[in-house]
Structure formats: C-alpha cells, structure tokens
C-alpha cells in the first residue's frame, strides 16, 4: 500500500523558518515526481510546488519562490519543505503527493501556523 | 497563476446527475490534457477522482465522469448518494510548468 506522511507541521512567529517532511512507503520513490499543496484554514487547495524524479528540476508558485525550497532524497524516501520568512497567510494544512499532474494519493497533511 | 473558475455550489437531489465546471485558459484547460478532479471530505485529504480529463483511478466509481471543451472542463456524477457530498476542486497543468487549482465546489446532496 502507498503511503505518504508528513511531518514537521506546528507554530511559527512570522519570519521564522519551518522544514516539512514526507515520508514515502509502498512505492519506488525515486521514479515519481513529487508535490506540496496546501489549504489555508476554510479555503480552497493551492499548488505549492514540485520536483521531478532526480531533482533536477523544481517549479513553485508565485508567492512562495525565493521563499520556499523543495528537495528529496530518494536514499530516504523522502521529500521535503524548507519554509523560510514565513508569513501569516502561509498558515495552511501542507500536504505532499506523489505525481505532478495526477496527484494521487495524498498524505494527510501536516499544520503549519504562522502567529505572533 | 490564476485560479481556474468553479462555482461555489451545487446541489442534487438522490439518484439525479450535477455538472462541475472548471474554466481556465488557453494557458492551462485549453491547452492540455493534464485536467484532474479531486473530492475531498471535511477533514479529509483529498481524493483523486479523475485524471487527464476523463481517466478514473481504479476503485473510483464509474458514476463519475470527466470531460474537456475549449477552455472548460466537466466533471459530472450520475445516479447521486448521499456520500458524494464533498467540496470538488479541479486542477490543470499549466503552459509555465506549474498547476494551478480550481476554486472549489461545495456539492450538496439535498
């Protein structure tokens, strides 16, 4: 069975800095692309970012680039988040997922708030 | 990176079909086949439910049904159960490489 947990979720003052991890079990990790999507707090999805199978090339929305980082290390079966000069509206459930069109399946999320 | 277009809700009674559409541009919907559909449950992660426009996951029911005109896609689900009711959201490739995610729909089994 795929399975995909993440970690690393919790509080964090504004301007501070936050590293998400995704677990992978059950798939060839390092055959997949891979996604972070998120969901502020009664709002819709967003497309975060994502990384293709070797790493060597990563895309990211607008308001996250020069701010955000996304990596992997297939040696771990991992991807990552790292979340520097965070502010209020990145408060959201993160969630990573295998694929970068069809995204399936999901994990089921990790909380980052974002408050003084 | 604008969000594609969905209405906000739509409702259905038992046994009857509802359409969620999903617009975008000739710079996402219009261009590509990479048109996915997710159900999410409160509290739930979301489900993929359809893929590349009109591709069911296996164990996805085959009352779901996917579509694509010109910059507008569909998704449409038959014969209503109470358990279909969930926010839908769309979601497309884009011509920067990126995805981009509809608005999402609340569907609402009357």
């Known amino acids: 069975e795929v399975q995909l947990v993440e970690s690393g979720g919790g509080l964090v003052q504004p301007g501070g800095s936050l590293r998400l991890s995704c677990a992978a079990s059950?798939?060839?990790?390092?055959?997949?692309?891979m996604s972070w999507v998120r969901q502020a707090p009664g709002k819709g999805l967003e497309w975060v970012a994502n990384i293709k199978e070797d790493g060597s090339e990563k895309y990211y929305v607008d308001s996250v680039k020069g701010r955000f980082t996304i990596s992997r290390d297939n040696a771990k079966n991992s991807l990552y988040l790292q979340m520097n000069s965070l502010r209020a509206e990145d408060t959201a459930v993160y969630y990573c997922a295998r694929n970068r069109v069809r995204l399936d399946p999901w994990g089921q999320g990790t909380l980052v708030t974002v408050s003084s | 990176q604008s969000a594609l277009t969905q209405p906000a809700s739509v409702s259905g009674s038992p046994g009857q079909s509802i359409t969620i559409s999903c617009t975008g541009t000739s710079s996402d919907v219009g261009t590509y086949n990479y048109v996915s559909w997710y159900q999410q449950h409160p509290g739930k992660a979301p489900k993929l439910m359809i893929y590349?426009?009109?591709n069911r996951p296996s164990g996805v029911s085959n009352r779901f049904s996917g579509s694509k005109s010109g910059n507008t896609a569909s998704l449409t689900i038959s014969g209503l159960q109470a358990e279909d009711e969930a926010d839908y959201y769309c979601?497309?490739?884009?011509?920067?490489?990126?995805?981009?995610f509809g608005g999402g729909t609340k569907l609402t089994v009357l």
């Open positions: 059950g798939i060839t990790f390092s055959s997949y692309w």
């Open positions: 979601s497309s490739y884009t011509s920067s490489k990126t995805n981009v």
């Open positions: 590349e426009v009109s």
